[in-house]
């Protein structure tokens, strides 16, 4: 078993102020699979301690140079590709494959768009052509608290760690105790890349531990947020009495608006998405909203789809999906598919209880419930398993209407091969992204909700300027 109990704190590995040791569950077997240390509030006064310490070297340190640091970073990364993927599969349960091809690459990603944006970034620039005595200067927010959780633990932490650093800012990590191991290697990636000391920190701990003592902190300026909206109110509350910055990325219940003129390969389209890294994705597209004329042709579609999506451990090659993250979440699903019974919604695919020959692992069946209606639980609450609704409409302003029915608003996705209603919807859908008809969203764009699903943008620009204050300046001397 792995043992790793310390806490990266101004550029070293140190013990943690007093031993709370917290077993890290491997949710394919339901056995420990490390152990952790959760922090108290002595370690996390350290950890911040050093952020702070560093923060007037690191933000007078050249955008350049810091550039050079995160390139550096990206090549480590790289390099310890296979221990992050291995590690993401033992912890929360991201099949292997999967963690090599999806979850460790979007790192990838994320450190290769941030570097893209940084090089064009103007951290000094003028009012505007005109005003040669007018400045504004791009500087960073501070100390930045990061809190990511468990369901794409790289992502996440790239996200937060590469825009911080780019902007300037000090920070320490506290990564999810569920999915803890992979955040250690990458705090592994941080010091060989060397980032000057106290300039990135962890400290390992749970919300009402380390989550809170950081939120609460007087001498952290930021806090970067993704989780549920629970935590999201939690943390905005606590941060209220000294004002910090929040940043918060949250739940959604993404609506995937489906026209009777939609591609042929629409409803599978959704339907695997669903199911992607097993349903936990803020932005999976889980209300899967039907035009009447194709709606019995998309369930019959959909049950055939969610059948053949296979489950199995996260130690296994291939490419079915693994178990959810853990007990929690796996009862939490339980009783919502059994709420969706209950309120009347048709299960055409899947139910409670785990997949045939799986007796042992938070393995989920995937699910697919048809005729659901927009009053129904299934309809509102974010389910973070494979589980998909689907609902019935039969006009475009019905369809929007139902989409935009929720106190989320992270993706909502539309299909249909009429560009001119495409574009119309997009405008008119509340939510921080639209996908349409398949394509993805390029590199660097910006990622992020509105409503209940959380306020700012993570990923490239954006997610720089985050990171960062403006400042006005008047009686600039030309240089
Ligand atoms: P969570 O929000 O409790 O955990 C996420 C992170 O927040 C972890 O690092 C956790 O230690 C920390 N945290 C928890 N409470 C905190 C507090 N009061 N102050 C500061 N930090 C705190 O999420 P959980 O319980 O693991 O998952 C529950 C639900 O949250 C899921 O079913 C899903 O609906 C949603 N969720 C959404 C995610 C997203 O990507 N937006 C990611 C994970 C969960
Ligand atoms: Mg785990």
Known sequence: MIEKRQFYINGAWVDPAEAN?????????????????????????????????ALPGWMATPPAERIALVEKLLKIYADRAEDLAQATATEMGAPIDFARQSQVPSGTWHLTNFLKAAKDFKFERPLNDHTPNDR?????????????????????????????????????????????????????????????KGVFNLVNGDGPGVGTQL?????????????????????????????KKVHLELGGKGANLIFADADDKAVKRGVL???????????APSRMMVQAPIYDQAVEIAREVAEGVKV???????????????????????????????????????????PEGLNKGFYVRPTVFADVTPDMTIAREEIFGPVLSIMKFETEEEGLAMANDTVYGLTNYVQTQDGARAN??????????????????SAGSPFGGMKQSGNGREGGTWGIEDFLEVKAVSGWTPE
């Open 136 to 196: 504004i200067i791009y500087e960073a927010v501070g100390v930045a608290a990061l809190i990511t959780p468990w369901n794409w633990p790289q992502n996440q932490i790239t996200l937060k760690v590469g825009a911080a650093a780019i902007a300037g800012c000090t920070m320490v990590l506290k990564p999810s105790e569920q999915s803890p191991i992979n955040a250690m290697i990458f705090a592994e990636c941080m010091d060989a890349a060397g980032f000057p």
């Open 215 to 243: 939120s609460g902190h007087p001498d952290v300026d930021m806090v970067s947020f993704t989780g549920s909206t629970r935590a999201g109110i939690a943390i905005s509350k606590n941060a209220a009495d000294t004002l």
């Open 312 to 354: 199995g451990s996260a130690h296994e090659p291939g490419r079915h999906i693994g178990p959810v993250v853990n007990e929690l979440q796996w009862t939490k699903i339980q009783n919502l598919i059994q709420t969706g019974i209950d309120e009347g919604a048709r299960l055409v695919a899947g139910g409670v209880g785990r």
């Open 273 to 283: 998405h669903m199911m992607n890294n097993t349903g936990q994705s803020c932005n």
């Open 21 to 53: 040791d917290f077993h890290v569950i491997d949710p394919s077997t339901e056995e420990p699979c490390a152990v952790i240390s959760l922090g108290g509030k002595a370690d996390t006064d350290a950890a911040v301690a050093a952020a702070k310490a």
């Open 424 to 441: 119309r919807l997009a405008r008119r859908l509340r939510s921080g992204m639209v996908e349409m008809n398949g394509k993805s969203r």
